[in-house]
């Protein structure tokens, strides 16, 4: 495994996390349009998106330096050439050394 495919699938897994709480706040709000009871579980519909969010910003890191890649272009997507990353900007190995 390179240490693009290892933050390839960290890109992946938050932006599952993401999908499944965007999922729930939105099968939620329609079970919301019931009343006031469903409100609570609304609520807590939101506490998956958040983390994505927190995983997105935090958790995408250089395996090796521990460098916060979500500020970087680690986190566009794979098909697009022209932002695509070759190297960590904090140790300067190349992303497509194994690890």
Same mark, same amino acid.
């Given at each position: 495994? *390179?240490?693009?495919?290892? $933050?390839?699938?960290? &890109?992946? $897994?938050?932006?599952?996390?993401? %999908?499944?709480?965007?999922? !729930?706040?939105? &099968?939620? @709000?329609?079970? #919301?349009?019931?009343g006031p009871e469903h @409100?609570?579980?609304?609520? !807590? +519909? %939101? $506490?998956?998106? %958040? =983390?994505?969010?927190?995983?997105?910003?935090?958790? $995408?890191r250089c395996p090796r330096?521990?460098?916060?890649? +979500?500020? *970087?272009?680690?986190?566009?997507? *794979?098909? @697009?050439?022209?932002?695509?990353? #070759?190297?960590c900007p904090y140790c300067? =190995?190349? =992303?497509?050394? *194994? !690890?």
């Amino acid at each position: 495994m *390179t240490i693009r495919d290892y $933050i390839g699938r960290r &890109v992946a $897994i938050g932006y599952g996390l993401a %999908f499944v709480g965007f999922g !729930l706040i939105l &099968v939620l @709000s329609f079970a #919301n349009s019931g009343g006031p009871e469903h @409100s609570a579980f609304f609520g !807590l +519909a %939101f $506490i998956p998106f %958040f =983390v994505a969010i927190a995983y997105m910003n935090l958790g $995408i890191r250089c395996p090796r330096c521990k460098g916060n890649l +979500a500020i *970087t272009p680690a986190i566009y997507p *794979t098909f @697009s050439k022209k932002h695509r990353f #070759n190297y960590c900007p904090y140790c300067g =190995v190349a =992303v497509d050394e *194994t !690890l």
